[in-house]
């Protein structure tokens, strides 16, 4: 089935040490999207692209990177994780159109820093 | 500020009751409504509204939405236990730009 496919589920780094979330889609959608969620929180977007035009939101860290190689990939890198940023990662896509602009889910990479 | 505010922030039911979820929002350059539903894994998509008094029904869960008083409401009649879950709704302004509210967390007991 077409899908969002997040990768790792869970993913333990430690302070300071660089680490890389990937999304892909089966989907062939132009549009994918980067949230951070924490415990009892909304999602929060960090940055989205539309095809390889990429939108960084303003309170969006430094610390947080995104790379689109293609269509179907996305990746999420953190530089210098601090304790904080340990949240729930979800990856989402979507194919506006006039009339739906829906966005898929995947099903979240679960970030823990030690 | 561009907001999305949802109430109650929890509620527990019992199976049978109808629950009524509420969204309001102030969002420039406003484009559509969305509600998801969210349990222990991403959010799945519910309903998304543009346009007032135009209820989208599925099921036994509808909505609505009012754009001159900035609002939407979730209804869930003869709730289940399978309707536990945190109800997120998200607004869409500006192109691909969305904001959701913090939810509201529904518990349904047997």
């Known amino acids: 089935d077409a899908m969002v496919i997040q990768n790792p589920r869970y993913q333990v780094t430690q302070f300071g040490k660089p680490v890389t979330l990937s999304c892909s889609q089966t989907?062939?959608?132009?549009?994918m999207y980067w949230y951070q969620q924490k415990s009892s929180q909304a999602p929060k977007l960090l940055f989205h692209y539309y095809d390889k035009d990429f939108n960084n939101e303003a309170d969006t860290p430094d610390n947080f990177q995104s790379r689109r190689p293609n269509t179907s990939f996305c990746f999420l890198d953190i530089r210098s994780p601090g304790l904080g940023d340990a949240a729930m990662y979800l990856c989402?896509?979507?194919?506006?159109?006039?009339?739906?602009?829906?966005?898929?889910f995947g099903p979240g990479t679960r970030l823990t820093v030690t | 500020e561009d907001k999305v505010v949802q109430s109650p922030l929890s509620l527990v039911v019992h199976e049978g009751d109808t629950v009524t979820l509420n969204c309001s929002y102030e969002v420039t350059n406003f484009r559509s409504l969305l509600w998801y539903k969210q349990e222990k894994k991403a959010p799945t998509f519910l309903f998304m509204l543009?346009?007032?008094?135009i209820e989208k029904k599925s099921g036994r869960l509808s909505s609505i939405l009012d754009k001159k008083e900035l609002f939407s409401i979730l209804n869930i009649t003869a709730t289940q236990t399978g309707d536990s879950a945190i109800y997120l709704c998200?607004?869409?302004?500006?192109?691909?730009?969305?904001?959701f509210g913090t939810g509201t967390s529904l518990t349904v007991i047997p």
């Open positions: 989907l062939n959608h132009n549009v």
């Open positions: 998200a607004v869409q302004f500006t192109g691909n730009q969305f904001y």
């Open positions: 989402a896509t979507s194919s506006p159109t006039w009339y739906s602009y829906e966005q898929y």
């Open positions: 543009t346009s007032s008094g």
